[in-house]
């Protein structure tokens, strides 16, 4: 053996056992191809039914075409993006009630129901993943801010309006981004989750890593008393497609993270319980009271 090939060898080794960091993830969940996203991953909180939901989220990594979703629900989601093209939007979704993913076949009284619009924002129906309405707009944030979050909501009988309500730094002051209506048997949050996924799915994106961490999280009931987020479990998505090995969760300096992609090394296994008492909030101060004004006598638009 020549003595290149055996000092090509010992590099190759050495290589893979450098402390802290991994091979690139080549194995997909469905293990025929190389997979073409890294893993959604997940925190399903601890919590009951609730009328507002409030978290904090700082993205510690981020690369285009990932989506930091830190307030979801069963019936919709709300969080921050970094788009293909590097620009950073917030965005709220609400499903309609039905099931399939043309939006345009939706019967207009099955529709998501628009009661208020902010200012600067865009509002469109969207498919795919189910229907609904969503609401978009241009938000700068910045990788180790911590961003502030808080859905609100509201029966109306048979269905029930969500708020969005965004902090914006740089105005120092919540932004009302926009209230959706959907028919659900009067159901407010439940069903409470957040995570992180990678949406440009290129191959190229298995390799980049995106990694956040939520902190002060709460819910508040119907007689206004606010109850601190300190339990979530972890999960992941299963696509076939996806990698299946470069993810991680966990509990650090008073906070949950959620991690995926790149050179992420495996965390607990999944469905472990994290918990986190130093985590929770008590619920923000600092609100307007128009976050709690009714919407009940709103106009659809």
């Not at 865009?122 to 969503?134: D, H, I, N, P």
């Not at 959706?180 to 048997?185: C, D």
């Not at 390799?207 to 956040?212: D, I, K, N, P, S």
């Not at 479990?233 to 995926?260: C, M, P, Q, Y």
């Amino acid at each position: 053996m020549s003595l290149r090939i055996l000092r090509l060898r010992f590099l190759l080794v050495a290589a893979a056992i450098l402390p802290g960091r991994l091979p690139a993830a080549t194995e997909s969940i469905g293990g025929r191809e190389p997979p073409r996203a890294a893993r959604s991953v997940h925190l399903q909180w601890v919590a009951p039914e609730s009328d507002a939901f409030y978290l904090e989220m700082a993205v510690q990594e981020s690369t285009p075409g990932s989506y930091f979703m830190a307030c979801g629900w069963s019936g919709g989601y709300f969080g921050i993006q970094e788009l293909r093209d590097r620009r950073k939007v917030a965005i709220f979704s609400v499903w309609d009630p039905t099931k399939g993913d043309d939006p345009k076949a939706v019967r207009p009284e099955d529709r998501v129901e628009l009661l208020h619009e902010g200012e600067g924002v865009r509002v469109r129906r969207f498919g795919g993943e189910g229907t609904g309405g969503q609401c978009l707009v241009d938000f700068p944030w910045e990788v180790g801010v911590v961003q502030r979050f808080l859905v609100r909501a509201e029966t109306h009988g048979e269905k029930t309006a969500y708020s969005g309500w965004l902090y914006d730094p740089a105005a120092r002051g919540w932004r009302h981004l926009v209230t959706f209506r959907t028919r659900n048997a009067g159901r407010r949050l439940r069903g409470l989750y957040s995570f992180v996924e990678d949406f440009r799915r290129d191959g190229r994106s298995v390799e980049e890593v995106r990694r956040a961490r939520f902190l002060g999280g709460a819910v508040r009931n119907s007689a206004g008393e606010w109850r601190p987020l300190t339990e979530a479990k972890f999960t992941a998505s299963r696509a076939a497609w996806e990698a299946r090995d470069n993810i991680n969760a966990g509990v650090e300096s008073g906070s949950f993270f959620l991690a995926t992609g790149g050179e992420t090394r495996r965390g607990p296994e999944l469905s472990t319980l994290l918990v986190e008492p130093a985590a929770g909030g008590t619920g923000p101060a600092d609100l307007p009271a128009a976050v709690w004004a009714s919407t009940a006598e709103a106009k659809p638009r």
